[in-house]
T-cell receptor, first 115, second 116 residues
Framework: KAGVTQTPRYLIKTRGQQVTLSCSPI?????VSWYQQTPGQGLQFLFE???????NKGNFPGRFSGRQFSNSRSEMNVSTLELGDSALYLC??????????????FGSGTRLTVV | AQKVTQAQTEISVVEKEDVTLDCVYE???????LFWYKQPPSGELVFLIR??????QNEISGRYSWNFQKSTSSFNFTITASQVVDSAVYFC?????????????FGKGITLSVRP
């Protein structure tokens, strides 16, 4: 079966712009989580969506937001981009909310560069 | 709060050597899950193993084995007879609960280089 699909793979944006990243989970998986990976901070949890509702949120400013559609696909948006937002953004798909009991499958990520 | 420490940052070995990657965790919960992921240069996190806190059995999968010890809060990963294809960054992660508040807390990762 198809894995977790993230688009685009690479993105270059200018400071102050906004960006939208997309994640399609494994078919049948209803939970989508987002993580940011930077060399300095490592992998950090952004948020989790299940049934089109945000269920859990990490410690990130309000410029980071997301949503989930009825087909479980999710998007995350970053507004007013800053240089520090340059990172690899990874999406994780899980069967149900709170995926630890079911396991998480990650996509290949979107590498965002802010210039 | 939950925390994962991977004290080793970089390890370099010659092919066919055995190598152990250390992971120490902190949590106040009695129910939690531990994970190991591999991240090759392509960026994707590849799932290796999930273990819940009630299952202290060690596990072996081919050349990979895991040693879970609650007494020392450690979940170490050993690669036997390493191969060049094992070169990657390895992450240990902890999730305190299954449910609406569960999330993965990752260690900083260990970069493993296996030389021919």
């Amino acid at each position: 079966k198809a894995g977790v699909t993230q688009t685009p793979r690479y993105l270059i944006k200018t400071r102050g712009q906004q960006v939208t990243l997309s994640c399609s989970p494994i078919s049948g998986h209803r939970s989508v989580s987002w993580y940011q990976q930077t060399p300095g901070q490592g992998l950090q949890f952004l948020f989790e969506y299940f049934s089109e509702t945000q269920r859990n949120k990490g410690n990130f400013p309000g410029r980071f937001s997301g949503r989930q559609f009825s087909n479980s696909r999710s998007e995350m948006n970053v507004s007013t981009l800053e240089l520090g937002d340059s990172a690899l953004y990874l999406c994780a798909s899980s069967l149900d909310v709170g995926g630890a009991g079911y396991g998480y499958t990650f996509g290949s990520g979107t590498r965002l560069t802010v210039v | 709060a939950q925390k994962v420490t991977q004290a080793q940052t970089e390890i370099s070995v010659v092919e066919k050597e055995d190598v152990t990657l250390d992971c120490v965790y902190e949590t106040r919960d009695t129910t939690y899950y531990l994970f190991w992921y591999k991240q090759p240069p392509s960026g994707e996190l590849v799932f290796l193993i999930r273990r819940n806190s009630f299952d202290e059995q060690n596990e072996i999968s081919g050349r990979y084995s895991w040693n879970f010890q609650k007494s020392t809060s450690s979940f170490n990963f050993t690669i036997t007879a390493s191969q060049v294809v094992d070169s990657a960054v390895y992450f240990c992660a902890l999730s305190e609960a299954a449910g609406a508040n569960s999330k993965l807390t990752f260690g900083k990762g260990i970069t493993l280089s296996v030389r021919p």
